[in-house]
């Protein structure tokens, strides 16, 4: 009500998937009433009298897509709600119950596999963000040939100079990395707002994935960086020159 700016008394006009009788998908309503709820449950939906929508609607008469109830014990819920589904085993409309987050994690799993979609997503970008990175320190080492020859004809060892190399890499990455989790963090609690508990805290951050996170920042930074450094490792301070 609060999105839509509507009140009490107004005549709403509300477009569905669901037809008609007389073919139209708007569904006109009076708002009689507005309920409101804990933060944590969804307020996203609207009420409406089953007689009416049953003697508009043109297509699955007689039945309904889900049926809610409280107990008085919640400790029963996962007993009753075998009990349920073992009685419409074998009917045409078998059931599936469960609490509001099973049911969203079911209506999230009948979308597709969401932790397949996001692995891939996030395996492409990881992979794009690889090469960005091994190209980026690649050209770095390239602009600086002659300052890397000028260190080493100083005296500075291969090893010190594919070190820094590495370490240069690791700085760059870790730093985006250790922003991107900060962000993670901040961001994480709200989803689970945003949707009104429909998400039943399936977005958790924890200890260990932070620590993940920088360890893959630290592998992703490793493989970026090990070929510039390699190749300023292999650099012929005459040759460097020379070129420069």
């Not at 009140?7 to 008609?20: N, Q």
């Not at 007389?22 to 709820?37: K, L, Q």
């Not at 009420?47 to 008469?61: G, P």
């Not at 492409?124 to 770095?140: D, G, I, K, P, R």
């Amino acid at each position: 009500a609060d999105i839509k700016g509507w009140k009490v008394g107004d005549h709403i006009s509300v477009p569905t998937y669901s037809a008609k009788s007389d073919g139209s998908t708007e569904w006109e309503f009076d708002i009689v009433g507005i309920y409101t709820t804990n933060p944590a449950a969804d307020e996203l939906g609207i009420m409406v009298r089953y007689e009416y929508v049953e003697e508009a609607r043109i297509l699955n008469k007689g039945t309904v897509s889900m049926i809610g109830f409280n107990l008085d014990d919640p400790s029963k819920a996962d007993k009753i709600s075998n009990l349920i589904d073992e009685n419409f085993k074998n009917s045409a409309y078998a059931t599936f119950t469960g609490n509001e987050i099973a049911l969203s994690q079911k209506m999230l799993s009948d979308i597709g596999n969401i932790k397949f979609i996001i692995t891939a997503i996030i395996s492409a970008v990881f992979f794009t963000l690889l090469l960005v990175t091994a190209n980026t320190m690649s050209q770095s080492v390239r602009e600086r040939t002659s300052d890397i020859a000028i260190l080493k004809s100083l005296g500075y060892k291969d090893f010190q100079i594919f070190t820094s190399i590495l370490l240069e890499s690791n700085f760059i990455i870790l730093i985006g990395a250790f922003l991107g989790l900060l962000f993670t963090i901040m961001t994480v609690p709200l989803i689970d707002v945003a949707s009104g508990g429909l998400t039943g805290g399936i977005f958790k951050f924890e200890t260990y994935q932070f620590i993940r996170g920088i360890l893959i920042g630290i592998l992703m930074a490793s493989l970026a960086g090990i070929w510039p450094a390699y190749q300023a490792y292999r650099l012929k301070v005459v040759d460097a020159l020379a070129k420069g």
